[in-house]
């Protein structure tokens, strides 16, 4: 349940709608037409909004401009922190696999939204490329840099889970050391609705602005990289709930 003041879109999420989204998939007519299909997953994730009940998924706008940046930069891996009911993992995934991408690690803290997501990417016929985690953003990135290895550097990252958790996770990024010039680039959802001010504070800021920053904006046991070079564009949309926009941060030096 959301909180009473909580930023208009999250109030359209957890009460139980994204349930029912599955019982709305799965008794449509043309199921058998889906299978396989995340086009015509997305399509019918879609009807459900327009028909029934709001879902906070990735924006008709902002859903393309993405899927044309993995098609520029073809990622062979892309890593989305925040999955819900996992729209833009079908979305993403797919075009990460239409350019000759392998793989798409969705994270996600909640189960029962994992649990949506899990069902909807089978259906999608994306279980060959497409992952969801279940647990903390932070301890799924320790684990899969630190004691799995499996991820020694980030290519693409999406940025859609709660907003102030987006300058800590970047910070272990950092320490995790898989922030690589000329390779890594970090999409950041939402950032002026509801917004996540000290991520745009910091991937902003240069070398020596941030070296002033660390206290500044709380990093405690965290050990950032102020070294670290960033250029950061925000890409302006007006979404269902206003305006708001996509930052998109390249890692330069």
């Not at 359209?12 to 998939?25: N, P, W």
């Not at 800590?168 to 950032?191: F, I, Y």
Request: charged share 25%.
């Amino acid at each position: 349940m959301s909180k009473p003041n909580s930023p208009p879109a999250q109030r359209f999420a957890f009460d139980g709608r994204e349930v029912d989204l599955l019982h709305y998939i799965y008794s449509r007519p043309d199921i058998k037409q889906l299978r396989g299909n995340p086009e015509k997953v997305l399509a019918a994730i879609d009807d459900y909004c327009q028909k029934f009940n709001q879902l906070i998924n990735v924006g008709p706008t902002k859903g393309p401009f993405i899927t044309n940046l993995i098609a520029e930069r073809k990622p062979s891996v892309m890593i989305e922190l925040g999955g819900y009911i996992g729209y833009s993992a079908i979305l993403f995934g797919a075009a990460v696999r239409a350019n000759g991408g392998k793989r798409f690690l969705s994270l996600e803290n909640n189960p029962e939204m994992a649990a949506v997501a899990n069902q909807l990417v089978e259906l999608a016929g994306l279980r060959d490329t497409v992952q969801i985690l279940v647990g903390s953003s932070s301890d799924l990135l320790v684990e899969l840099v630190s004691e799995q290895k499996d991820i020694q550097s980030v290519e693409m990252l999406f940025l859609d889970h709660w907003q102030d958790l987006y300058l800590p996770d970047l910070w272990l990024l950092e320490q995790l050391d898989v922030l690589v010039p000329g390779k890594s680039v970090l999409l950041a959802d939402n950032v002026i609705m509801p917004g996540a001010p000290k991520y745009l504070e910091w991937v902003k800021a240069t070398p020596s602005q941030k070296e002033g920053l660390v206290e500044k904006l709380g990093a405690g046991s965290a050990v950032p990289k102020p070294e670290l070079v960033y250029e950061t564009t925000l890409h302006e949309f007006e979404a269902e709930f206003g305006k708001d926009a996509v930052a998109v941060t390249e890692v330069k030096a």
